[in-house]
């Protein structure tokens, strides 16, 4: 009876935070198909979790400087294998 209105609670702050992002957040790790039209909830979690990591983990932990110093390639793959949901 608690684990519904938790998800739902969980669904509400994702669509908040993804409303919140910089235009543009979105497209890295989005999947597209034909026909596909809409952002699905997937792609939205992702993005999510693509910018906390960004702004979360890396700044909070000094580590910004470092990541900048990767190369371009690195780091996207690196945001690829982070930022999706399990």
Avoid: N
């Avoid at 209105?5 to 034909?34: E, I, K, N, W």
């Amino acid at each position: 009876m608690r684990a519904a209105p938790c998800l739902f609670g969980l669904y509400s702050v994702v669509a908040l935070l993804y409303a919140a992002l910089p235009a543009g957040a979105d497209q890295p790790g989005a999947v597209t198909y034909r026909g596909k039209t809409e952002v699905t909830f997937s792609d939205a979690i992702t993005a999510v979790r693509r910018q906390l990591w960004l702004e979360g983990v890396f700044e909070s932990h000094g580590q910004t400087e470092v990541f900048e110093k990767l190369p371009r390639p690195f780091q996207a793959v690196l945001l690829a294998a982070l930022a999706p949901a399990a």
